[in-house]
């Protein structure tokens, strides 16, 4: 059966990685209807028409969309997060929801590291940064994108700690990483670096009273969602103290206080990106958008639908 996948993405993906999804859709004799870089969710809602499956990326698909997409069977998110994707309204019209996970890993583990760098060596300022060597740093979050970080920071020589509520503390610590018992015991350590997904239990869940535990140089890496933080409390803490650090992946929603608040000429205690970079690399662009094809080629012909019980047991913790 000749099926039409659209590639809606309003951040494109790299051209090598396009033609890679092209020819995976190819193959199985499928059409792929590309709208790449639209400007309006009208464009979305006229492309979704008639197609079968969807690849996006951080591209909002709510009831709307799927009122449109009468015909849509299956949508994969080429990325880890999907809160992008409203799964009730999947669930309620038998849309298949799937996520690539750890595709993206290390394209955001790299660029956690290079904020870091920056932030360590005063943005290259020409005075005395430090170094990473033997500090010490916390996840919030131990999925595959934390696991690439600390591998990379274990290369560092720094000492890992981690917390995830769906992973019990003997598996954190196989993997290398000491276990802490709690969210605020995180807190205790300099860098923190978050890794959960924006949920209603997550969203604005980094707060004052967690971020005034952090100990001197404390250094919040936010390249999970931006909505996780909670914005006016972070500003307050970068405004009470100058030796506080936040380097994000994408700019809190408000931008303007917070550069007048840490006056950062340098651009070493407040980093951040326009747009979300972390999965902006050749290498993840192909990952992702090649598993999300492959996924909807498996789907359709084989029934697969392995990676949408990983968004499942995502949801479910560990212990249950
Ligand atoms: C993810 O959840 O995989 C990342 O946040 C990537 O998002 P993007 O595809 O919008 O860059």
Redesign the pocket.
């Known amino acids: 059966k000749n099926r039409t996948v659209l590639l809606a993405?309003e951040?494109a993906f790299a051209a090598g990685a396009v033609a890679k999804i092209e020819t995976v859709v190819k193959e199985a004799k499928y059409t792929l209807k590309k709208l790449e870089n639209y400007k309006s969710k009208d464009d979305l809602l006229a492309a979704v028409e008639g197609v079968d499956a969807m690849i996006i990326?951080?591209d909002i698909v709510d009831a709307a969309v799927l009122e449109k997409a009468a015909q849509l069977k299956i949508v994969v998110?080429?990325?880890?997060?999907?809160d992008n994707i409203d799964l009730k309204a999947c669930e309620a019209k038998s849309v298949v929801a799937m996520?690539?996970p750890g595709?993206?890993a290390n394209a955001?583990a790299e660029l956690v590291f290079g904020m870091m760098i920056v932030s360590a060596r005063n943005n290259f300022d020409g005075t005395s940064g430090f170094e990473l060597v033997n500090r010490e740093i916390a996840f919030y979050g131990f999925g595959a994108v934390a696991r690439a970080v600390h591998k990379l920071a274990v290369g560092f020589g720094m000492k890992s700690f981690a917390y995830d509520p769906y992973i019990p503390a003997e598996k954190i610590k196989e993997m290398g990483a000491e276990p802490v018992t709690s969210v605020a015991g995180l807190f205790e350590h300099q860098y923190v670096s978050l890794h959960v997904p924006l949920t209603e239990e997550t969203k604005a869940s980094i707060n004052k009273d967690l971020l005034s535990k952090m100990p001197k140089g404390g250094t919040l890496i936010n390249?999970?969602?931006v909505e996780v933080v909670h914005e006016a409390d972070m500003l307050e803490i970068l405004k009470v103290r100058p030796d506080f650090c936040y380097l994000c992946?994408v700019a809190p929603k408000d931008i303007e206080p917070f550069k007048a608040a840490v006056g950062d000429k340098f651009g070493k205690r407040l980093i951040f990106t326009k747009k979300?970079?972390?999965?902006?690399t050749a290498e993840a662009n192909d990952n992702?958008g090649v598993a999300a094809a492959n996924q909807i080629v498996g789907f359709f012909e084989k029934g697969e639908t392995a990676a949408w019980r990983v968004v499942l047991e995502v949801l479910q913790p560990a212990d249950e």
């Open positions: 993405t951040k990326r951080s998110r080429a990325g880890a997060g999907y996520n690539t595709q993206n955001v390249t999970a969602r992946d979300k970079m972390g999965a902006q992702a």
